[in-house]
């Protein structure tokens, strides 16, 4: 089995998104959630370990939407790709590490310039 760390700051297009666990999300029932402006994608802490991994594929493709396709990637397309993306790496034997992620209680509660 191959191991991927995912990692805490991706770059898509010229935008850098910070990936966390974002605890805002447990209450809402919320798998994960991209917040644009800001440059975050959330995972709910909550999230099994396949939740994490399709709910991460599923909130990059929409920061690649928006950056690229100008935001009209639909929900039903995204969310099969996303699925679809965490069949191929798991029948392919990899995992995705999630260890590396801050947990915030409040979106940009994480210090962008912190390391770990």
Known sequence: MKEVII???IKIGCHTFKSIFFKG???GGTFGRTLHVQGEIMLNPSNSYSQNVVS???EVLHAIGAIYCSDKL????VDSIAEGLGQV???IG????????ETASYANDCSRD???
């Open 25 to 27: 999300l447990i209450d």
């Open 74 to 77: 639909e929900e039903s397309v």
């Open 7 to 9: 990692p805490k700051v």
């Open 89 to 91: 790496f798991e029948e």
């Open 56 to 58: 991460w594929w599923h």
């Open 114 to 116: 912190k390391e770990n």
């Open 94 to 101: 990899v995992k995705f590490d999630f260890s590396k992620l």
